[in-house]
């Protein structure tokens, strides 16, 4: 572990024991509007975090269940023009509410339609953290970006710039997960280099992190803790159980049971 690396887990290790004491305490409800691909494993994760998931898509009911939630998890990995009614719909009550909103905006740029519905998602509802790789948040950002259906391919050398910019025009948290993880709230700009290569190998990691950072923001709601401090202590301990998981298993799908396993093992 690097000297850096030492420095950043003295400075979340506390954090960490706040966050969990207050998902212990409260069970945080977090609920989903997510990507079909990956919707057991974002129920599962959340879990593990010690919090409660639940995932109600239907129109008829999204925003009636946030009304019981802590936080609203928003992912456009398999959009739909229901799903996008319906997230706007528990978007909006959330926003009344009070209730943070991470948006994972899988696969924006890749079509025209995902464009519009972030567009429309970002222009109607005040969201707290965005989550993306480096081609969906340079792309938000107004930068140049390519993605290839969901993922983002080239090379990107002013990511952090990108990050800064859309953090001060959205007045959101924004988080790049890529090889050294990127966060900024627009005033200040923090790395995470920590992580497993094989985290990039199992479908599901992305919209995983996002589920995590639902848990994290909904108990900084109830803490001392700012939404950029949860935000970092929610990447720098999903990293951590990455590189946990990798000690013991070096194969993708052997790999994911042992990360699932990991985030569970941190609570204790």
Known sequence: ???????????????????????????????????N?????????????GALPVMAPAVEESAQMVEN?????????????????????AGKRANELGIPI???????????????????????LKISII????????????KEAEVRGVESIGEYKNTAEAAEELAKKLGAV??????????????????INRGHPLMGKVVGTGCMLGSTLGVFAAAAKNSNLSLFEAAQTAV??????GEKAAEKELTPAKFKIEFMDAIYKLRF
């Open 102 to 124: 991470v948006l994972d905006p899988v696969g924006v740029g890749a079509t025209k339609f995902r464009i519009e519905a972030a567009q429309k998602i970002l222009a109607e």
């Open 37 to 49: 691909v990956t919707v057991n494993d974002c129920a599962n994760i959340t879990l593990n975090w």
């Open 69 to 89: 939630a802590s936080s609203l998890v928003l992912n456009l990995g398999t959009i739909s023009s229901c799903q996008l009614e319906s997230m706007l719909k």
């Open 236 to 241: 720098y301990y999903y990293s951590l159980a």
């Open 1 to 35: 572990m690097s000297a850096e690396n030492d420095k950043i887990a003295a400075e979340f290790s506390q954090h960490w024991k706040l966050i969990q004491k207050i998902i212990k305490a409260e069970k945080p409800l977090i609920h989903h509007i997510t990507n």
């Open 131 to 142: 989550k993306g790789n480096q081609g969906e948040i340079s792309f938000l950002a107004g």
């Open 174 to 191: 924004i988080v790049v997960s890529s090889e050294i993880d990127l966060l900024s709230d627009g005033r200040q700009l923090s790395e």
